[in-house]
């Protein structure tokens, strides 16, 4: 029996040391739940948050002024959502050094093929979406494209359920069905279809390419955290500049690559002349949206860093709502009740998800107290289970019939 016991306390010990170790620890960091954030990661999300709230806003509306006030190249606002990385280049050169660790010596082993593989593949499909983003806003009123523009939620909860291993948990579930819902409240509205003077075929062009756009955003977001976390294994802000720069870069090339071959750049000189609000109004826009979706960018990546594509989409998607209020006051967009229906599904969905958030990161904090007390007992088990073998080593050492004695002296 005491050497039931003797053997019990030290298998308690060898649980709780486990517990403590570099190993046990890296294999928490990547259960379904996150661990409890610092104040420093909560002021990193909420800076993040802000860039992706204000960025999306204000370039989304800038984007309807350019086509509003003559704008009509579709090659040049997609160019202008890409365009803008290098405002960041300089803070990449001037941030501080990293210091080495796991994560950054398996960066530096990958090979130049790898890394050109994952930033062509994500700048060709960045370049794509912003086509086809570009398109909608084209065809369709500020408020409808923004609204339209919720569904990337759904999309993105899919895809990463299939490639980030993502759980759903019955709060995600109300959201995603909620947030779908409101998308699809306006893809079947038929009312609005000449709010822009555009024909139905136009009109179902821009739904069409809104929500492929929608689509691919959501799978962009899913392969840019499975590169974060399972190949580049490096968390630091610089990883963060390194993949918005170079995703950016050929993002860039290959929108000029098709505003060259589309022949639209020879009618640029043309369109800033007869912009409506003069020259330099036309280019001070084109600027002004770059510099917007750049700051999306920053945030949108950030919060993929921080936390996971879903919530950066889930953030992404809790600003649409606020646009269409916005294009009411500057462009005069119609808000009727279905838009405003889809407006109060779409933040009920935001709220549901990021309650659900805030559950997870409550138990995470609760489970790390539970270690914590686990590990403080360690010096108590150990000196339990030296008593242990110092008293079996007593009774080794003395004769049987001394042993004996003692055996009935103890009871």
Known sequence: MG???????????QEAEEANSPGHINATNQSTISQPRTLMQWLRMTIFTLFVLSGQ?????????YYD???????????????????????YYISPPEKPTSNSIHRNELSALILALIYVSLGVLQAANSMMYSVGLLHLPVSTFALICASQLTFNAFFSFLINSQKFTPFIINSLVLLTISSALLVFQTNSTNLTGNSNVNYEIGLSCTVGASAGYGLMLSLTEL???????????TVILEMIIYQSLIATCATLVGLFASGEWKGLKREMDEFELGKFVYVSTLIWTAIAWQIFNIGAVGLIHEVSSLFS????????PVIPVLAVIFFHDKMDGVKAISMVLAIWGFISYFYQHCLDDSESKAEKRDVKEEISMLPLLKEVTDEQDGLKNIYQKVPLSTETNFQNYEH
């Open 69 to 91: 006030k003559g704008g009509k190249s579709k090659w040049i606002a997609t160019l202008v959502q890409v365009a803008g990385f290098p405002i960041i280049i300089p803070y």
């Open 3 to 13: 050497q039931a016991q003797n053997l019990q306390l030290q298998v308690t010990v």
């Open 227 to 237: 590169s974060f976390h399972k190949i580049l294994r490096r968390e630091t802000f």
């Open 57 to 65: 806003s204000a370039a989304i509306l800038l984007g309807r002024l």
């Open 313 to 320: 989409n889930v953030i992404s998607v809790l600003g649409l």
